[in-house]
């Protein structure tokens, strides 16, 4: 296995690590904690996922990347593309969406549920699969 394939499994484990560890654990386990009041939780919650946006912006660059020098524009390559493509949709078209729901709970709206919550759910769910299944493809190369 060459370096560029290694940090190119690497870099997709990574990167669904951190969707993992954000998205599905610590994001739902601070509305677990009674003296987080709903507005600060939503707050906090906002903040972290646009710092996140970063991070995963940058780990998806790398990984295309690293995509190119393994696998050249390949299907590897391609389907990476392709979840910083998902990503890039999710900040455009759902972020603002629930950045102003947040704003208006903070402010004290009593908003009913929105679908736009799951689809970010659903598609950080698929952006996680698609990345480890790129690393097992990535592994099962060499």
């Known amino acids: 296995m060459t370096r560029p394939e290694v940090a190119f499994a690497l870099l997709a484990a990574l990167w669904a690590g951190q969707i993992i560890g954000v998205s599905f654990i610590a994001t739902p386990a601070k509305f677990l904690a009674p003296s987080l009041v709903l507005p600060v939780a939503l707050d906090v919650g906002r903040a972290t996922f646009h710092v996140g946006s970063y991070v995963e912006a940058a780990l998806g660059l790398a990984l295309v990347a690293a995509g190119m020098f393994a696998f050249g ?22 972020l603002p ?6 704003e208006l709970i903070m402010a004290g709206a009593q908003l009913r549920s929105s679908w736009h919550h799951y689809a970010w759910i659903a598609a950080d769910a698929t952006r996680v ?14």
């Open 73 to 94: 524009a390949g299907p590897r390559t391609i389907v990476a593309m392709g979840v910083v493509l998902l990503l890039a949709a999710q900040h455009m078209a759902l």
């Open 97 to 102: 969406i629930l950045d102003r729901r947040v």
């Open 129 to 142: 699969l698609l990345l480890l299944g790129l690393c097992v493809a990535a592994f099962r190369k060499a």
